[in-house]
């Protein structure tokens, strides 16, 4: 899944990664000192007495407890420090980002890539894709309950909260694929709702950028326009858009270019027909607690409905 | 054993008034407690409008009337409260019978100003969180209003019934100690809901 | 019997047993109920590991596991850790300063009955499927009316009424007592550490727990008559409840945490057979942690996207207050250098644990104090790596110290020092296994508060790891209750001062008449018990008719005037019994609350209600203020 924050795919998360290796290796110091001292205080001979408060060893004992509480500030004051420029360069506004706005439902990602032009603008839902290189700016917020975006591999996480626009930066330093999840408890599936995150080279990302702005494939054969008018004619289009037909629901993802994405039901199953039709007729068996009805088809129709959504890409 | 020496308190008093007193202490941590609880609910009342354009949200201040009539009461109230507490310490029980009784006619005042307030409050809890705060802070301080005139009134009962002993006299003292917080927690709440709106609006 | 044991003993039978006032037994009621919590909430924990254990499991869905997890911590922070802090300090603090009861003993028997109603209400929704499900914080608006159906969130708000409520009382009540009930002699300089260290959480409770209370009761109005206060349409805001609460809930861990720290000052010592090193110091420490602890309560939210400059003073904040706690360890180390060689008996073993796994949940501490780390650390697992290391570590291991310590005075036998080994042990290794591992998962991505995880994910041998460590944690904990039940009839006897310590509780008999002390000693320096001479003086001329004890004066400890403390009553059980019906009522209704006072204002006038036997023998020995100053005068001067 690539969520290893040590692991890092880009600037931002390999700084919070030096930052980690910093006070690890500070922490680990001190453990291994504090801890030396307290076994060698243990290791009294027999028979040795308590030194009274006057004596040289108490004396003794109190010089150095200065010089720890010395050390122990210096120390944290350096942690401090550290803390305090890693931030600065996490927290820096990014040069000429690309914005997408991000906002999360129980228990779903809905993902909208900010242009002036507003026939320019990608809707996509569970899959965040980012052009290499280029700083890309969340601006988030939700729609119910509090969710958080978490990419480790990527940056750390933001919340988002309903009334509040957060943002948080993504840099990808190279191609390749990473998972976001939600990081705050937002309810039944709250470990089901994930983010897939491709990063491209620019000119693949331009290309999928241009692919994700066309109209729903058109149905070629009879096959695929009868999965068409299943789809049309039940309750899907309540919730669902894909545009260029009449389904143009907003409650739960746009399937426009479904198929071509990872996963479905925001990373809860792989992307195929089986599991697509599993997951159309049982969705509670999947993910309980979903807002997602069931859809009762006879087979026939499920198939036909099926085939039509895979050729969505 | 014996050749131990002793602290012979047999003749000690076996009650006390004041910080002497462990009662004090009881109700000092009750003020403490109430007092933070005051106080956060006021913060609080500052964040939402710190929040928020426009404050209050969708509708007009709190008509100043029975708010500043409940001021004057309470603060006038402190008169027989603090006349009690002083018959108490002087352990006068005729005193503390009728200065105790005043007090109760003053908290039956208090209690029918503060039905009046609520109305006078333009708002309502459910409307927005402007009115959720100005209703909780009043029914805070009238939660306080309540069960110290309950008090009272029990403490009179029992200045007139009896059992009595000395200790009943230090009771005394410290219920009126607690009607002078819920006196002067009023203020800051009176100035946050009734003034600030219209000084800084 | 005498007439003393005649005053100060309870009536027989179930009515003595409601209507005792006896601190003691009311202590150990405390803690036999935390401690029955503390298993309880185990068990689900145990349920959460089996359910963890592999990838994909379906031992129990997300419904239930929400629900574990939320009353796994709710119980295991409001149920058990607070109140078993409160509740050792209830049993020794009186005896540590040498008094007969605490200061308002019928308002400690009433606390207690009330965090036992709490919690009852607690299982029984857990068991009829409706117990709070969004967490021990209860986030909104997850919780709040659009989100939480039914009254799961409304039980979890008013468990927080009852025992919030359970908490201030005993807080005033060990204020009151420190300040005004300590022996003659013993000034604020002499205080046993275990007392500051309650005396400091005292203080913070009384600040702390108001912020939460307030919290829950606006969640219940919100939920119940539609108030706004979280609502962001109507003016309203959800980061308002995280204000509150992490204002209540950063001092809450330290609420724990000092008493621990307290309970090492006495125990450490007494095995160095050396005073503490740098008592002062110790003290400082104490008092900053409390105020400190007021400031740091932001951290709990560098993910919600507060401003930068705000964020970096509490990280600066956060990462401080590392250093009063390194300071009362430095102590601690320095005391064993300078003392005698120490033999490794059980409650020393717990001691020693808790630098091995406490410090290294400071240092995390510290990690998840820098808002930089925290944005990738922050509700994942490494946070509940983090969290059970401070609490294991830092409070419950000193507190099975304190147990195996404290057991002889409370029952006059000693636990068993072999059982004693591997309860520890058992302990001490079960719980590195299981939480260790918790620390890469976060790091690996591993959020909190997940009912199932991909095998995809690859967390799957480390989260195995992790459950066969929570069971030789619960085989641990068996250990312990194995030991305490033996031990009770069959373990062997002890005398008065067991391990030769210096507080004053060790010179009342084991355990102690209802009364502690027939004659009060007086005491002239820290460690009482190591005065040459001990007691240079004692207190006599205390009526024994009535409940009485000796009130000494803030300041210096001198003899002031006599307390007369209630007798034994029922009507603490009865108001606490009238208070659980208006709370449970009012989940249902505001009308509730109205009602509800009713029954409650009676049981509270009949507690308030003076009785004529206990007027009358009060007024037999009554000596008034201005005719017994002059003798408080007199006797000052005698004192030696």
Not at chain 1, 51 to 75: E, F, K, M, Q, Y
Not at chain 1, 88 to 106: G, M
Not at chain 2, 120 to 136: D, F
Not at chain 2, 142 to 169: A, C, Q, S, Y
Request: charged share 15%; with cysteine.
């Amino acid at each position: 899944m690539n969520t290893n924050a040590l692991l890092s795919g880009g600037p931002l998360s390999a700084e919070i990664g030096q930052l980690f290796w910093i006070f690890v290796g500070i922490a680990a110091a001190v453990y291994v000192v504090v801890l030396a001292f307290l076994v060698v205080s243990l290791r009294r001979r027999e028979g040795a007495r308590a030194a009274p408060p006057d004596s040289p060893a108490a004396r003794h004992a109190v010089r150095a407890i200065g010089i720890a509480v010395g050390l122990t500030t210096v120390i944290l004051v350096v942690l401090a420090l550290s803390d305090f420029f890693a931030n600065r360069v996490i927290a820096a506004t990014p040069e000429n980002p690309l914005r997408v706005r991000v906002t999360a439902h129980q228990w779903w990602w809905e993902i909208e890539y900010v242009d002036a032009d507003p026939t320019r603008r990608v809707r996509t839902a569970n899959e965040l894709h980012l052009p290499v290189g280029r700083p890309v700016q969340l601006e988030m917020t939700a729609d119910d309950v509090i969710h958080s975006f978490w990419a480790p591999e990527l940056n750390g996480k933001k919340d988002l909260l309903p009334g509040y626009t957060t943002r948080l930066t993504l840099v990808a330093a190279r191609a390749g694929d990473y998972t976001a999840e939600c990081a705050e408890f937002c309810g039944f599936q709250h470990a089901n709702m994930r983010v897939a995150i491709v990063a491209h080279d620019p000119q693949d990302f331009a290309r999928w950028y241009d692919a994700q702005l066309t109209p729903a494939a058109e149905p070629v054969s009879p096959e695929l326009q009868r999965g068409r008018d299943v789809l049309l004619g039940s309750t899907c289009v309540m919730c669902h858009n894909i545009t260029g037909t009449d389904a143009s629901g907003v409650t739960g993802p746009d399937l426009t270019h479904l198929a071509s994405r990872r996963w479905i039901a925001a990373g809860a199953l792989p992307n195929d027909a089986a599991r697509l039709a599993a997951w159309i007729s049982d969705p509670q068996g999947i993910k309980p607690g979903t807002h997602m009805p069931a859809t009762r088809l006879d087979a026939d129709d499920l198939a036909v409905l099926t085939h039509y959504l895979t050729s969505l890409r | 054993m014996s050749a131990r020496a002793v602290i012979d308190v047999s003749k000690l008093p076996t009650y006390a008034y004041s910080h002497r007193s462990l009662m004090w202490w009881g109700t000092l941590g009750m003020i403490a407690i109430e007092g933070t609880v005051f106080a956060i609910a006021l913060v609080v009342y500052y964040y939402l409008r710190g929040l928020s354009l426009d404050w209050p949200i969708g509708s007009p201040p709190p008509d100043l009337l029975w708010g500043t009539v409940m001021t004057a009461l309470l603060l006038v109230s402190g008169i027989p409260n603090q006349f009690a507490k002083k018959a108490g310490e002087a352990e006068d029980l005729r005193r503390v019978r009728i200065w105790v009784f005043v007090s109760i006619v003053f908290g039956i005042a208090a209690l029918v100003v503060r039905i009046f307030e609520y109305p006078a409050l333009n708002t309502h809890w459910q409307r927005n969180a402007y009115g959720s705060i100005v209703y909780a802070l009043l029914t805070l301080h009238t939660v306080h209003l309540l069960t110290d005139f309950v008090d009272t009134v029990v403490l009179e009962i029992l200045m007139l019934t009896g059992p009595l002993n000395g200790r009943r006299f230090v009771d005394v003292s410290e219920n009126a100690d607690y009607w002078w917080f819920v006196v002067l927690a009023w203020l800051p709440i009176y100035f946050t809901i009734y003034l600030v709106p219209r000084i800084f609006p | 019997m005498s007439r003393i044991d005649d005053t100060w003993a309870d009536k027989p039978g179930l009515v003595g047993w409601l209507s005792t006032v006896d601190h003691k037994r009311i202590g150990i009621r405390f803690v036999v109920t935390t401690l029955a919590f503390f298993v309880f909430a185990g068990l689900l924990a145990a349920v959460m590991r089996v359910q963890l254990a592999r990838p994909d499991n379906h031992v129990v869905g997300p419904d239930t596991y929400n629900q574990l997890f939320s009353v796994h911590g709710s119980m295991m922070m409001f149920l058990f850790a607070v109140p078993v802090m409160e509740a050792i300090a209830l049993y020794l603090v009186p005896l540590m300063v040498g008094t007969r009861n605490v200061a308002f003993p019928r308002l400690n028997a009433y606390s207690y009955w009330l965090l036992l109603f709490g919690g009852l209400m607690l299982i029984f929704v857990f068991v009829i499927d409706s117990a709070p499900d969004a967490g021990w914080f209860n986030y909104v608006p997850l919780s709040g009316p659009e989100f939480g159906p039914g009254k799961r969130s409304d039980f979890w708000a008013q468990l927080i009424t009852f025992t919030e409520v359970s908490g201030l009382i005993g807080a005033v009540n060990i204020i009151t007592t420190v300040f005004k009930l300590r022996a003659p002699g013993m000034t604020l300089a002499r205080l046993p550490l275990f007392v500051w260290a309650m005396l400091a959480t005292a203080f913070m409770i009384l600040f702390a727990m108001p912020s939460v209370m307030l919290a829950s009761t606006f969640l219940i109005t919100d939920r119940l008559v539609t108030t706004q206060f979280f609502n962001p349409a109507e003016g309203g805001d959800v980061l308002l409840w995280q204000h509150l609460f992490w204002f209540f809930g950063h001092p809450e861990v330290y609420f724990i945490f000092v008493p621990a720290l307290g309970v090492i000052s006495q125990i450490l010592p007494t095995f160095a057979r050396r005073r503490i090193v740098g008592y002062v110091a110790m003290v400082v420490a104490l008092v900053t942690i409390a105020f400190l602890s007021f400031g740091l309560w932001v951290h709990h939210m560098f993910a919600t996207g507060l401003p930068p400059l705000g964020m970096s003073f509490f990280t600066a904040a956060s990462i401080m207050i590392a250093l009063p706690t390194g300071l009362q360890i430095f102590c601690w180390i320095a005391t064993l250098a300078t003392g005698e060689k120490v033999r490794f008996a059980a409650p020393f073993l717990f001691i020693i644990g808790f630098f091995f796994i406490f410090i290294i949940g400071g240092l995390t501490g510290v990690m998840l104090g820098s808002s930089t780390l925290d944005s990738q650390l922050h509700d994942s697992y490494f946070v509940v790596a983090h969290l059970h290391y401070v609490l294991i570590g830092g409070a419950v291991f000193p507190l099975f110290g304190g147990f195996y310590y404290w057991f002889p005075k409370v029952t006059g036998r000693r636990l068993s020092e072999r059982a004693g080994r591997w309860n520890f042990w058992l302990f001490f290794i079960g719980f590195n296994v299981a939480f260790f591992p918790m620390h890469i998962l976060g790091l690996e991505g591993m959020p909190r508060r997940i009912y199932t995880y991909p095998a995809a994910a690859g967390w799957s041998g480390l989260n195995l790891l992790s459950t066969i460590g929570a069971f030789t944690v619960a085989l641990s904990v068996l250990v312990f209750f194995v030991n305490v039940w033996r031990s009770r009839r069959a373990g062997e006897l002890a005398p008065d001062n067991v391990w030769g310590a210096s507080g004053l509780e060790w010179a009342a008999p084991s355990p102690p008449p209802p009364y502690n002390f027939e004659r009060i000693p007086a005491v002239r320096s820290r460690d009482p018990l190591w005065e040459p001479g001990f007691p240079a003086a004692e207190v006599v001329g205390l009526p024994d008719i009535v409940r009485s004890t000796l009130v000494t004066r803030l300041h210096d400890a001198e003899p002031d005037h006599i307390a007369i403390l209630p007798d034994a009553s029922i009507w603490p059980f009865l108001a606490a019994l009238a208070t659980t019906i208006m709370f449970i009522w009012s989940v249902f209704t505001p009308w509730g609350l109205t009602w509800g006072a009713i029954p409650l204002t009676i049981t509270l006038i009949g507690w308030f209600w003076p009785k004529k036997d206990e007027t009358r023998r009060t007024c037999a020995v009554e000596v008034k203020p201005d005719a017994g100053d002059a003798r408080v005068h007199q006797l000052r001067e005698a004192l030696p």
